[in-house]
């Protein structure tokens, strides 16, 4: 009993800082987006890309969450993006608290659309409200098409599924249908996207995507 007591106490503050979170992003007109995934699955190269695409359309800021390393923050530096970055120190997950200690470093920046890439992991970023309009689960191709079964809260909380790695499917022993079918069953309303970093496969459709959400703000 007194685990549950706890562990609602830390949602409820966590959801109090998380509406927050999402006041000052809609009163500075800011899209925020929250990057889920296992390690591995591409989402740093993901948001490269993205960059690549949309920086002279739009104004981006990053925050970096990772457990230890500031290497993916500095991927990102080098596109002359705004970056601020949390290190968790072993934590496995980003919390409303840390997004809004981070944003604070940004708010001087000119920021229309914030990505938020949370820490590598499918199971604790989604239990917690960082106060985004959106979150976008990554799962690549060679993780395996049941990643959807195991991890069911990820796929539900999300309001878009990349599926990355799209090249390798031909040397791999899983099926993008069945990968869309197992989300599909978990969340019906998945927007679902397939894109290679290697290939410049999707990235195209899906930062259309994201420019039509920015729109609607």
Known sequence: MSIITIERKILEKNDAVAEFNRKNFKEKKIFAINLLSSPGSGKTSILEKIIELLK??????????????????ERIEKYGIPVAQIITNGACHLDAILIRDAFSTLSDK???????????????PATFDLGENIKIVIVSTTEGDDKPLKYPAAFQ???????????????????????????????????????SCTKNIGIDKLCEWLLDNINKL
């Open 110 to 124: 000119q920021i229309s659309l914030l990505f938020i890439e949370n820490v590598g992991n499918l199971v604790c």
């Open 56 to 73: 002279d359309k739009v104004n981006i800021g990053v925050i970096e969450g990772d457990i230890q390393t500031k290497i993916d923050a």
């Open 157 to 195: 909380k999300a309001n878009a599924m990349i599926i990355n790695k799209v090249d390798l499917i031909p040397y791999l022993n899983s099926s993008i249908e069945i990968l869309k079918n197992n989300a599909l069953k978990i969340n019906p309303n998945l927007k679902i996207f397939e894109t």
